[in-house]
């Protein structure tokens, strides 16, 4: 079986970067500022982090901007190895972010909610590097941007998967007794967590050991 890639999102300090990445983490998620949801730290703060990231460990700016000149002018604030676009990009200028920022992947987060969600991913996959598929609602008033804890229909993102021809995280509410599932099921790239690997909001060495373990198992 592939190894599964995991990434460890809403880092907030350097030594919970390298908590996760000593406990086998393959990338780290560095929060911007978001309209709801955790971990959002100051863009100094998530500089301060990338820059202590070793490879072949890739660094993730989790930016809610809309527009590519404020993702452009969000990222040359921190420098990440990956920019993962949590809302919709304007315009789907992606050929405006590559133009500019040539050396830098890009992840766009596909908010899985029903069908349109399938036709929405197929289109954006011929733009990005990867998909991450979240359970985020962009629709509400106060944007879920991320960070919910919540499952989506892993059905519908099992579909996804089969028909992209790129890299697929998986996030939302998975943890250390149904990851092994959520593997099985979709069979993504990579999985993304950040709640189910927390105490009190701040990232626990035992629980991460007990998400790979149960991995591995």
Request: aromatic share 4%.
């Amino acid at each position: 079986m592939t190894r599964i890639r995991v990434k460890i999102c809403c880092i907030s300090s350097i030594e919970e970067a390298l908590m996760a990445i000593k406990c086998g983490a393959s990338a780290i998620g560095l929060v911007g500022n978001m309209p709801s949801g955790p971990g959002v730290i100051e863009d100094n703060l998530i500089s301060e982090i990338s820059k202590k990231i070793p490879p072949p460990i890739s660094s993730f700016l989790l930016t809610s901007e809309t527009k590519a000149s404020k993702i452009i002018e969000h990222y040359k604030k921190v420098y990440t190895s990956t920019i993962q676009i949590v809302d919709e990009l304007e315009g789907r200028e992606y050929k405006k972010l590559r133009k500019e920022l040539p050396n830098v992947k890009l992840v766009q987060v596909i908010h899985v909610i029903d069908d349109k969600s399938i036709k929405e991913a197929l289109e954006i996959s011929k733009f990005v590097d990867a998909l991450l598929l979240d359970s985020g609602n962009p629709n509400l008033k106060v944007k879920e941007l991320g960070g919910t804890g919540r499952i989506h229909n892993w059905e519908l993102s099992k579909h996804i998967r089969k028909e992209i021809n790129i890299p697929l995280f998986l996030a939302g509410g998975i943890n250390k007794h149904n990851v092994k599932k959520a593997i099985e099921t979709v069979q993504p790239f990579g999985i993304d967590l950040c709640s189910s690997v927390r105490t009190n909001g701040n990232l626990d060495e035992r629980k991460l050991k007990e998400l790979f373990n149960a991995i591995n198992y």
